[in-house]
């Protein structure tokens, strides 16, 4: 007979939790109810006895990988992976694992990698930030049994939303800058196939029709500026041959630099820039400082997501709050509703709240 230890069964945790076999499947599958009590009596008892669900024979018999696909464009974003987090942490506690993707702005890979996910049998999906137009999107969308959008609204009945107010927040933003005396503002754009880019642009132009500011052509600064003519692109950008080298880093660090150093040395009398994000805004504080341009006095930078960063630059960042975590937790959360059939509302709405610092008081 042999010596070795034989595996821990699901009966023998049930045993030692004190609960019935089908209670601990709750538990380990994360669906279903179980008090807390119950979830940490389970927890323990198959920690004690060593025991591993066998995932492939749960995923046969319920359907279920208890895997969640999540495809991001821009990894190294911190807006991008705060929302990451947030998922991450609701999944696990669900009881899920997150599987996470980074498309790299390109819609052939966001395509590519929604397949892929299908392939390997997710429950469900989430797309942060897709940059695929609505037909391809739904079309790669199609196979999986649900998914949820986060800031590239959807209509489907498999599919849920989350959306912070765009527009508004950039109505925010130009309001501030009326209300403090600054006469030609200008903005710089985001990725032209994005959808938040497209909301933010959208309320950029609608507030300076509002103030009746003129809405300058050559005030408004397209994001591809800033990747320069050597790499067209953030896919290409990022695929370059010295990606990752102290050079490609200090091409990054800069990012929003370039075009904004253009713009403001062609107009001298712009005293306020609104920016897409706070990276952006990095980048324009740093052009204003190599072109003696004062922050605020000469002219006032506000960004937007107000990433931790916004309060260690110099002056602090004048910016826009987005609840990133919670915008991914929630997105688990009504993914989860989704595939448990249970009622979820089609799109949950985050705002932006301005937060006034030193670089546009």
């Not at 992976?81 to 669900?94: D, K, P, S, V, Y």
């Not at 849920?160 to 501030?176: D, F, Q, R, T, Y």
């Not at 922050?295 to 107000?306: E, L």
Request: charged share 20%.
């Amino acid at each position: 007979m042999s010596s070795a230890k034989l595996k821990a069964t699901i009966h023998d945790v049930a045993r030692a939790a004190g609960v019935s076999a089908i209670t601990v499947s709750r538990v380990l599958s994360g669906n279903g109810y179980a008090s807390e009590t119950t979830r940490q009596q389970v927890a323990r008892a198959a920690e004690k006895l060593g025991y591993v669900p066998n995932r492939i024979a749960s995923s046969l018999s319920s359907g279920r990988t208890q895997t969640i696909g999540m495809v991001i464009p821009d990894i190294a974003s911190v807006h991008f992976a705060e929302i990451a987090l947030g998922a991450e942490n609701a999944a696990t506690r669900a009881g899920y694992h997150l599987i996470l993707s980074n498309t790299i702005g390109n819609r052939d890979h966001e395509k590519h990698v929604l397949a892929f996910l299908h392939q390997t049998r997710v429950d469900g999906v989430i797309l942060a930030g897709a940059r695929l137009p609505d037909d391809d999107l739904m079309h790669a969308l199609a196979p999986h049994r649900a998914f949820v959008s986060i800031n590239h609204p959807l209509a489907a009945p498999n599919g849920g939303n989350i959306v912070s107010e765009h527009a508004k927040g950039m109505m925010l933003a130009v309001a501030h800058t009326v209300s403090s005396q600054r006469r030609v503002i200008a903005f710089i754009a985001g990725p032209k196939h994005s959808y938040s880019a497209r909301e933010r642009l959208r309320g950029f132009r609608a507030a300076m029709k509002k103030f009746e500011r003129p809405i300058r052509a050559d005030l408004i600064v397209g994001y591809e500026t800033n990747y320069g003519e050597e790499f067209p692109s953030q896919w290409e950008w990022f695929n370059a041959a010295d990606v990752g080298s102290t050079q490609w880093n200090e091409r990054r660090a800069s990012f929003g630099s370039r075009g904004a150093r253009t713009m403001l040395a062609a107009h001298p009398e712009v005293d306020a820039v609104v920016c897409f994000d706070d990276q952006i805004a990095f980048g324009v504080l740093q052009a204003c400082a190599e072109l003696g341009r004062r922050v605020p006095d000469d002219v006032a930078v506000i960004g937007c997501n107000d990433i931790p960063l916004a309060l260690q630059a110099t002056p602090q960042l004048t910016t826009q709050r987005i609840e990133r975590y919670q915008m991914g937790k929630r997105a688990v959360e009504m993914l989860i509703e989704q595939l448990n059939g249970t009622p979820h509302p089609d799109s949950v709405v985050f705002p932006h709240t301005l937060i006034v610092r030193a670089s546009a008081p």
